[in-house]
């Protein structure tokens, strides 16, 4: 079992070996760059679109 979180832009995807409630999921998504709101944008997108937190 795995836990998955794909970007909404490019359909890139992280993926953890543990089942973790979705508040966990959003932390570590953050902590790794990704911007996590009404739209799940990677570290790029993220850049790309200028916005910090993906809240168009």
Known sequence: M???IECDACGEK???SDIVPKYTVVL?????????G???L???CREKVGN???NF
């Open 38 to 40: 009404r739209r799940v």
């Open 52 to 54: 910090r937190y993906g």
């Open 2 to 4: 795995y836990v998955e």
């Open 14 to 16: 992280i993926r953890w």
């Open 42 to 44: 990677c570290r790029t």
């Open 28 to 36: 570590w998504a953050r902590n790794c760059g990704w911007s996590v």
